[in-house]
Every structure is written in C-alpha cells, then in structure tokens.
C-alpha cells in the first residue's frame, strides 16, 4: 500500500490568499462562519468516465483485481491526506464511496464498519470532522425503482438497513448532520406509478429515521437534499417549498432540514439565493451543497464554484438568515476528466475555499453596508403600520377592509423597485 503523502506532490497544505480560519468577520471565525467539507464520493469514487468513455483518472484503488478494502484502506490515507493539503476541517461521505458492497446487508455494513474504524483513528489524529453521512439508495440495481418509494417493500427493508448503519455510525463519528438524498425517489412514468402509496411510503421512511436518530441519542440534523429531476424524469424532493410540503404532510416540519445544491437549484428554476432565502422564510434551512452548474447544459455537472456574485449574494443570504449551526459548505463538486493530476484535486479544492472566503469578506461588505437591507424594510414599511399589522393579526375582515378604503379615500400608487439600481449596487461590493 502506498503511504499517504505519495499520491500528491505537494507536500505542504495550500497557501490561501483570501481564507484565514482565524480572521473574525461577523462576530466569528471565517473558519466558523463557512465550514467547509470534502466529499469523498467525487474525490475518490468517480473515475472521470462519461457516457461516452472511460475513466481518466486511473485512481489507484479503482485498479481492477485488487482487494476491495485493501484499496478502501488506500483511499482513506489518500482522503485524510486531501483533507489535510487543502485545510479543510471537515468530510463527507456515503456508505458506498468508503467500502465495498459485500454478498449480504451485514457483510456490506460490516465493511463500512471497518473502515469507520479506520475513520476514528484518522479524526482524533487530525482534528478532522465529519459533517454528514448518508447512505447511497440509487447506486445499486435492486434500487432502479426507487428505495422507501420501491413497489417492493423488502427493498424498503433493506434500504432501512442501510440506512440504519449509517446513521449509527455517524452518530459514533460524533457528525453533525444526517443526510438523506432521494436519488431514485421518483417515477419515470405515471403509467406504472401510484403517486400516492409511493408518498406514504417515503413518508413512513423519514419517520422511522426520526425515530431511529432519537433512540439512539443522535443530536445532529437530519438533512433532505432537493432535486427536480436527473437520476428519474421527477423526483419527489423537487424544491426547498416542495420538501417542506412533503414534511408539512407527514408531520416532519420540526424534524428535518435542507441541504441545498447549487446546481439542484438551477435545474429547479430557480437562483441558488432563492433557495436559501425560501429555506429561511419556511424555517428548514440546514446545509449546501457548494458547486455550479453549467447554465448552457440542462444536467447536473457539479463544477466546483467560481462565480464570484453568485457565492457572495449565497453567503450574504446565509449570514443575514442566521448563519451555519450544524451544517456548512460541501464542495460536491468534481474535477473535470480533463484534470487528470493527483494535484488538481488539491489545488480545486484549494482554490474553491477561497473564492468561498472572498464571497464572505463581499456578503460582510453588503450587511455592514446595509443598504439592500434598507431598501427591503422601505419597501415593506407599510406592513408595520396600524393596517399592516391588523391585516396579519386577522382583525379586519374583508368588508371592514373595503369600508377603510372607501371611508379613507384611499388611492395607493405604486412605488419603483428599483431592480436595476440595487443590481448595480451588487456589482459595486464585488
């Protein structure tokens, strides 16, 4: 087995020009207020293959013929060792990106147990931590019809297994956070669908996790990822209003949160701000996922993040909503197949944390400033007055409302939004 520091040439961790984990903005530590993570599945899983060729990236342990954990073994030396050059406090993985799928659910579990061990000895030396784990529902065949959401309730059993390991083993890891990503939880046709039971279903799902995390004593979130589509034409968790109905139904609302993608976004239709700011506005905001997509391609292409605007107004939503508790920024983002050197991986990362610390210092710039602020509590200044207040309270009826107006003389006239001035104003901070 190769040791740790082989598989990079760079020896020492990157030298960042905007990122200082201890510099103070906003009452904390750059370090605290971003919370960056590694992932481990486009790291170290994905081999640079697309559906029109190969792998690129020739990975060690993706050698074929080798032994499974032999190799597993390898790729946590080769992750800690990432974790480390880039100085990033934390990781994130699933069950799959860390061991082999054994012949059965216990040799599988076993196996991520082991090296969950190894992960253990790895924190405590480095200092290391875990942000989320979940476990992979979409990877493997018997989960091509969805996993709670499967018409076979013994692939809901075995998804429940998983799952089951998973969060224990991430309570274990002392994570802060759960996640749980329907990657197949959805229908390609409604002519072999039942909506309903499959709603039901995930809704039972999710309780039974609740219940799992407060029996054994789990204090971190339990996180949804939302996505419209891509693995399945429509996916359940479509949106951040979406999943909020979807737990609203099943009594879920105080229990479960949202990790939300960039990328996810888009294909929504939506800014990756609305997301956040929605998120905020219906009390389930939890975590991000930190990468771009591509706007001229209509898929998930996971590049790491270099729109210096678009973090920076993520950000600026972020802090003014109240900042990260368990959650922070996952860079679930992936080399181009192109990048075929050990230390683009390194350098990626690198270089994604700090554009994520010069979008901090820009989103301090904007609250300090205060003038978008000043400009939404304008606009909305109404609201706070006598009628804007009895409207909310529900002490006016709709005939006392028509009466006000009629009595009053009431002509409102409308007042600019501004758009093009507070756009501008944006430019200006960057």
């Not at 032994?67 to 994130?92: I, N, S």
């Not at 599988?108 to 476990?135: H, P």
Request: hydrophobic letters at 40%.
């Amino acid at each position: 087995m190769s040791a740790p520091n082989a598989y990079f040439t760079l020896t020492e961790p990157h030298q960042f020009q905007y990122y200082q984990p201890q510099r103070m903005v906003l009452g904390k530590t750059m370090e605290q207020q971003l919370r960056f993570a590694i992932c481990y599945w486009h790291s170290f899983v994905w081999p640079g293959l697309d559906p029109f060729g190969g792998e690129t990236f020739m990975r060690p342990w993706h050698a074929a013929g080798g032994d499974p954990m032999e190799q597993a073994h390898h790729k946590a030396d080769v992750a800690f060792e990432l974790f480390r050059l880039a100085g990033a406090p934390f990781f994130t993985f699933h069950d799959r990106d860390i061991a082999p799928e054994g012949q059965t659910l216990r040799e599988s579990n076993l196996n991520v147990r082991r090296i969950g061990e190894v992960f253990a000895r790895k924190m405590a030396d480095s200092g290391i931590k875990l942000l989320w784990g979940t476990a992979n529902l979409f990877s493997n065949r018997r989960y091509m019809s969805g996993a709670a959401t499967n018409p076979d309730p013994e692939v809901f059993a075995y998804a429940a297994g998983q799952v089951k390991n998973v969060l224990e083993l991430t309570h274990e890891l002392k994570g802060e956070n759960y996640v749980l990503w329907g990657g197949r939880e959805g229908y390609e046709t409604l002519l072999n669908t039942h909506v309903g039971r499959e709603l039901d279903q995930l809704g039972r799902f999710l309780n039974l996790v609740v219940e799992h995390k407060h029996k054994i004593g789990f204090k971190g979130a339990l996180l949804i990822e939302p996505k419209p589509a891509e693995p399945t034409k429509h996916q359940y968790d479509y949106d951040v209003a979406t999943v909020y109905g979807f737990l609203k139904r099943y009594g879920l609302e105080k229990e479960v949160q949202v990790n939300i993608e960039q990328n996810h976004a888009l294909l929504a239709g939506h800014t990756f701000e609305h997301e956040i700011e929605m998120a905020h506005a219906l009390g389930i905001f939890g975590s991000i996922d930190m990468n771009r997509g591509d706007e001229m391609l209509g898929w998930d292409t996971d590049q790491f993040p270099n729109n210096l605007q678009q973090v920076a107004l993520a950000l600026y939503h972020i802090i003014r909503g109240g900042g990260f508790t368990s959650g922070g920024l996952n860079f679930d983002a992936k080399l181009r197949r192109q990048s075929i050197d050990p230390d683009d991986l390194v350098l990626a990362h690198a270089e994604a944390m700090d554009l994520c610390a010069r979008a901090l210092l820009i989103a301090e710039k904007m609250i300090a400033d205060d003038q978008l602020s000043a400009h939404v509590r304008a606009r909305y200044q109404g609201w706070d007055g006598e009628l804007g207040r009895e409207i909310l309270a529900g002490r006016v009826s709709l005939d006392q409302l028509a009466a006000t107006v009629e009595q009053q003389g009431l002509d409102p006239q409308p007042r600019s939004g501004r758009q093009e001035r507070l756009e501008a104003l944006v430019t200006r901070y960057l």
